[in-house]
């Protein structure tokens, strides 16, 4: 069964063999994992850095990411800049980035 569109065709059949290779590829990789884990052992206390966290801390995004956000802090310094939570401002943005793409198909 195909369905014929203007650019091309369009075979379910083919998209559902794709959908099954691709499962049986995850299903293969999540195999391969680690045989020593057991639940309800000690492997499922949550740890950070090495360290048993003590009852009812929460650590925040903040927190575990922070090298990461070290890493890009120029970049998001920069982007910082263009920030002012004023919604017009971001509809201003839009409307600006719309005009250039519009004008990119357009011209091209």
Do not use: C, N
Not at 27 to 44: F, M, P, V
Not at 53 to 66: I, L, N
Not at 85 to 99: K, N
């Amino acid at each position: 069964m195909r369905l014929l569109t203007g650019e091309g065709f369009w075979s379910p059949l083919v998209w559902l063999a794709l959908a099954a290779g691709v499962a049986l590829l995850a299903w293969a990789l999540r195999s391969r994992g680690r045989q020593d884990y057991k639940r309800g052992t000690e492997q499922e206390t949550p740890f950070l850095s090495g360290e048993p966290m003590p009852e009812g801390v929460h650590v925040g995004g903040q927190h575990m990411y922070w090298g990461f956000v070290e890493a890009l802090r120029p970049v998001i310094d920069r982007l910082r800049a263009f920030h002012s939570g004023v919604v017009s401002d971001y509809v201003t943005w839009l409307v600006v980035m719309l005009a250039v793409v519009f004008l990119v198909v357009m011209l091209s």
